[in-house]
């Protein structure tokens, strides 16, 4: 079974530095992965997703993520965090075998301090 | 372009009354329409899968006769929440698939029940 797991609940950063924010995942096949962003009361948007091409992906934002096989993992980074970043992320892996249902993530609280 | 919408954005409604969400795909059809239930500070929950002209795939432990899924068109699919109680309350939100598969989310509707 397909699965996704992000290490933290919650990420605090400062405005203007890097962040990191952990997912891993778990599939017996080559995953489709994506990071979705949802701000408060809305509904998610697409960060960017990975889908067997190149390992590091470009997405909006200024955010990138990189599939790495060897440690089952899809981290999202950015270089500056803006004060419009804080939201909740989530890391999301697709059941092609499911007819591409989405599996979700338990979601990372970003906070961004002045 | 791909943008999916709800109606209503949020609603109020009494214990016992049933409640009718909508889903459209405005700019694209879509063969499938997902509906994922969001508790407060938790992730998405896929509730059942919905495929035009068929009837709803509903996930393990979720009520086909409390929540009545219908997708009359390549570009509308309902959700209606029949006897809604207290612990119904919660964010529902639908996501229509484009071209390549790829789910577009609609903005969600926060139902609460008195």
């Known amino acids: 079974a397909q699965s996704v797991t992000q290490l933290d609940s919650h990420v605090s950063v400062s405005e203007g530095t890097p962040v990191l924010l952990r997912c891993n995942y778990s599939?017996?096949?080559?995953?489709?992965l994506f990071w979705y962003v949802q701000h408060p009361n809305k509904g998610l948007q697409l960060l960017l997703k990975?889908?067997?091409?190149?390992?590091l992906v470009k997405g909006i934002n200024g955010f990138e993520a990189e599939f790495k096989k060897s440690e089952t993992s899809f981290h999202l980074t950015k270089p500056s965090a803006h004060m419009s970043d804080a939201a909740e992320y989530f890391c999301?892996?697709?059941?092609?075998?499911?007819?591409?249902?989405?599996?979700f993530g338990q979601g990372t609280e970003l906070s961004v301090k002045p | 372009g791909a943008v999916v919408s709800q109606h209503p954005s949020w609603v109020i409604c009494k214990s016992g009354t049933s409640v009718k969400i909508e889903c459209r795909s405005l700019?694209?059809?879509?063969?499938?329409m997902f509906w994922y239930r969001q508790f407060p500070k938790q992730s998405l929950m896929l509730m059942a899968t919905?495929?035009?002209?068929?009837?709803?795939?509903?996930e393990q432990g979720v009520e086909k006769d409390k929540f009545l899924i219908n997708h009359a068109s390549l570009t509308l699919s309902t959700l209606t929440v029949t006897s809604a109680h207290p612990e119904d309350s919660s964010f529902y939100i639908c996501?229509?698939?484009?071209?390549?598969?790829?789910?577009?989310f609609g903005p969600g509707t926060r139902l609460t029940v008195l």
């Open positions: 599939s017996s096949y080559s995953p489709s």
């Open positions: 990975y889908t067997s091409a190149a390992t």
């Open positions: 919905s495929n035009e002209g068929s009837k709803a795939t509903y």
């Open positions: 999301v892996v697709s059941d092609r075998r499911r007819g591409g249902k989405l599996i």
């Open positions: 700019d694209f059809q879509a063969t499938t």
């Open positions: 996501s229509a698939t484009g071209r390549d598969n790829e789910q577009f």
